[in-house]
């Protein structure tokens, strides 16, 4: 029943920005884990960045992306937003919005993805 959706990937040049959202559907409620994820063709689907419940806060950022892309998330309705600025060409891939096995939660769930493309 829980469904996770992410929109807002696209193509844009380097040094570009993208914003991209997770809405998620089917959970009880709004303190969750949420984690963003991507993965290339090739390559091994790797997190990027993941965010507390909203009484934590906490957030955690790979260092391929640090001082680049913020995490935050909507605290009144579950909905996860991931902002990239200046984007780079190994920047590309699907990213997938992740709700993890928790308290609450019976096992991992993911959305379908959303294909960003940086290039000139």
């Known amino acids: 029943q829980v469904q996770l959706v992410e929109s807002g990937g696209g193509s844009v040049q380097p040094g570009g920005s993208l914003t991209l959202s997770c809405a998620a559907s089917?959970?009880?409620?709004?303190?969750?884990?949420l984690s963003w994820y991507r993965q290339a063709p090739g390559d091994s689907r790797v997190r990027v960045a993941a965010?507390?419940?909203?009484?934590?806060?906490?957030?955690y950022y790979a260092d391929s992306v640090k001082g680049r892309f913020t995490i935050s998330r909507d605290p009144a309705k579950p909905v996860l937003y991931l902002q990239m600025n200046n984007l780079k060409p190994e920047d590309s891939a699907v990213y997938y919005c992740?709700?993890?096995?928790?308290?609450?939660?019976?096992?991992?769930?993911w959305g379908r993805g959303t294909q960003v493309t940086v290039s000139s």
């Open positions: 965010i507390g419940p909203t009484s934590g806060g906490g957030t």
């Open positions: 992740r709700l993890p096995q928790g308290t609450s939660i019976d096992a991992d769930y």
């Open positions: 089917g959970v009880t409620n709004n303190n969750h884990l």
